[in-house]
C-alpha cells in the first residue's frame, strides 16, 4: 500500500493548493511550499492517485483520477481558508488551470510553474512529434519513456542528489524513472481537455517559466498567455532548467510567488477590478 506523501503546512487564511507533475510527488514541491508557508500562508501540497508508487500504480490510473485527487484537496483547503490559490508544476500547472476553469467561484488565483502543454523543450529529440502518434499503438502504449539527462535540473548538486535517489528506486521521492507511454496519453488528455478552456479562465495567473527549460520550452507560457482571460504576469528565469521549483532561481520563483499572493491581498480589499497586465515579462537575473 503506498504511503500519503501529501504535505500540509496550516498557515493563514490564505491557502495555496500545489499539484506535482507526471510521475513526480509532492516533494519536488516541499522547498516552494515551505517558503510560501514562512510567508504565513496555508500550503496543501497533495498526491496524485496512483503516484508515489510504482509503475503498475500509475497505469491503475487516469487523468480524471488524478483531476479528481486535485479536486479533493481543494475541497479540503476550502474548508479552513477564506481564499484559494491553485498552481503546480508541470502537469499539475494544467490541473490547476481546469481546477480554475470549472470552480472558478472557488479559486481566486493560479500558481503556474513550468507548465508543459507541449514536449518541445531543448532536450526533447526533434524527432518526438512521432510519440503522439506512437502512444496510440501497441508499440507506444506500451513503450516506457525513460528520464533523460539533466533530468529538469541545472544546479549539478542537486541533480546528482536525485540521480542518487533515482539509483535506489526511490519512486516516493523523485518519482519514477520512466513515463510508460500510457500515462503520457493521459497527459495528452488533460492538453485537449484545458485548451478550449482557456479563453473563460478569468482568475489571476502568474507564469514562472525558465528560458532555457529542458522539457517545455518558452512557448508554453506564451500560449498561455495569449489565451488565457483574465490578468497574467510572467516570470522568466535565466539560470534554470524545468523544476523551477528546486533549481538554481527557486528563490527568484518563490519570491514572484509570494509577492503576487500579497498583490491579491491587497485586490481583495478593493472595490475596482485590477486591469489587465499580458504579456510581463520579468528577467530573473
Known amino acids: 500500500m503506498m504511503k500519503d506523501r501529501t504535505i500540509f503546512l496550516p498557515g493563514g487564511r490564505t491557502g495555496v493548493l500545489l499539484i506535482h507533475g507526471l510521475g513526480g510527488t509532492p516533494t519536488e514541491l516541499s522547498l516552494f511550499a515551505k517558503a510560501l508557508n514562512a510567508a504565513g500562508h496555508t500550503v496543501l501540497c497533495c498526491q496524485l492517485a496512483g503516484h508515489c508508487g510504482t509503475e503498475e500504480d500509475l497505469l491503475a490510473t487516469n487523468w480524471r483520477d488524478w483531476y479528481a485527487s486535485a ?81 529538469g535540473i541545472k544546479d549539478e548538486r542537486m541533480r546528482e542528489g536525485v540521480i542518487r535517489l533515482m539509483a535506489r528506486r526511490a519512486s516516493e521521492e523523485v518519482g519514477l524513472t520512466h513515463t510508460p507511454g500510457r500515462s503520457l496519453r493521459e497527459l495528452w488528455r488533460i492538453t485537449s481537455a484545458l485548451k478550449p478552456k482557456l479563453p473563460h479562465i478569468t482568475s489571476a495567473a502568474l507564469i514562472v517559466h525558465a528560458r532555457e527549460d529542458d522539457i517545455s520550452s518558452l512557448e508554453n507560457a506564451f500560449y498561455l498567455q495569449r489565451r488565457l482571460g483574465g490578468r497574467v504576469e510572467t516570470v522568466v528565469l535565466e539560470d534554470s532548467y524545468h523544476l523551477v521549483t528546486v533549481d538554481r532561481q527557486r528563490a527568484i520563483a518563490t519570491a514572484a510567488a509570494i509577492r503576487f499572493l500579497a498583490e491579491l491581498a491587497e485586490l481583495e480589499e478593493r472595490t475596482t477590478p485590477p486591469p489587465r497586465r499580458d504579456f510581463t515579462i520579468q528577467r530573473g537575473s
Open 71 to 151: 479536486e479533493t484537496a481543494l475541497a479540503r483547503l476550502q474548508r479552513t481558508c477564506d481564499t484559494v490559490v491553485v498552481g503546480g508544476l508541470s502537469m499539475g500547472a494544467l490541473l490547476s488551470l481546469h481546477l480554475a476553469a470549472d470552480h472558478c467561484e472557488r479559486v481566486r488565483a493560479t500558481l503556474l510553474l513550468g507548465p508543459t502543454l507541449f514536449y518541445d523543450g531543448w532536450s526533447i529529440p526533434w524527432y518526438s512529434f512521432l510519440l503522439r502518434i506512437a502512444v496510440w499503438l501497441p508499440f507506444g502504449r506500451n513503450y516506457r519513456f525513460p528520464e533523460q539527462y539533466p533530468y
